[in-house]
């Protein structure tokens, strides 16, 4: 059974930062790409990075571009979002998705963006 659980989410100031973190089990980690979604208040859920298995290749959605950067670490089979400079626009729910399970999704953590 595929489970993906995102933590590291919070309030935080217009310009911070913060670290997502997503741990998942149920499958073979190191087999399949990994990316985060978002979806903000009223508004379709929305992809925001991608990283492949082997996690020497990475995507972005120009919004995130230059601010998020994904990272992985096969051997804690956790994918991690790093995001800097955070903006009112980024308060969301954020979510891990992998290839290996299209259809499964945690719970998500939720980041709000906020003086």
């Known amino acids: 059974q595929v489970q993906l659980v995102e933590s590291g989410g919070g309030l935080v100031q217009p310009g911070g930062s913060l670290r997502l973190s997503c741990e998942a089990s149920?499958?073979?980690?190191?087999?399949?790409?990994m990316s985060w979604y978002r979806q903000a208040p009223g508004k379709e859920r929305e992809w925001v990075g991608y990283i492949a298995n082997n996690g020497l290749s990475t995507r972005y959605a120009p919004a995130v571009k230059g601010r998020f950067t994904m990272s992985r670490d096969n051997a804690k089979n956790t994918v991690y979002l790093q995001m800097n400079r955070l903006k009112a626009e980024d308060t969301a729910i954020y979510y891990c998705w992998t290839s290996m399970s299209p259809n499964s999704w945690g719970q998500g953590t939720q980041v709000i963006v906020s003086s």
């Open positions: 149920g499958f073979t980690f190191s087999d399949g790409s």
